[in-house]
């Protein structure tokens, strides 16, 4: 599996089923590996770790072809954060158009409504 975007820490990983229980003790929060791509165990487990301080929309994904059909990749959305480097930069001045619209037009976040968040409230 690999995260675009982001870096994370691999807190465990185990094989069948996750099992709260019998699997939390065994996590690593003292001394995780920092990993950009991991390998998921044959019907197994991972869990990561990370601090979603990137905005924009981020692919995770297997890098096995035939797992993507299987469901295996998923979009992380990251909304600005409070620090000045954790925010979405302007698109540059010299940006193409496409029609009268820049290319990469700005986010805008829809509620399960299709309303935009800022008119929702």
Aim: charged share 20%; aromatic share 10%.
């Amino acid at each position: 599996m690999h995260l675009h975007g982001h870096s994370f820490y691999v807190v465990g990983s185990g094989l069948g089923n996750y099992d709260r229980i019998r699997d939390l003790p065994k996590y690593n929060l003292v001394d995780p590996p920092l990993m950009e791509t991991i390998a998921v165990p044959k019907n197994g487990w991972t869990a990561i770790r990370f601090r979603a301080n990137n905005p924009g929309v981020w692919y995770m994904h297997c890098h096995i072809e035939r797992h993507l059909s299987w469901g295996m990749g998923m979009m992380f959305i990251v909304r600005d954060g409070a620090r000045p480097d954790e925010k979405m930069l302007p698109p540059q001045p010299n940006m193409p158009y496409c029609g009268n619209q820049l290319s990469s037009p700005p986010l805008v976040f829809r509620g399960p409504l299709g309303k935009r968040e800022e008119d929702a409230q």
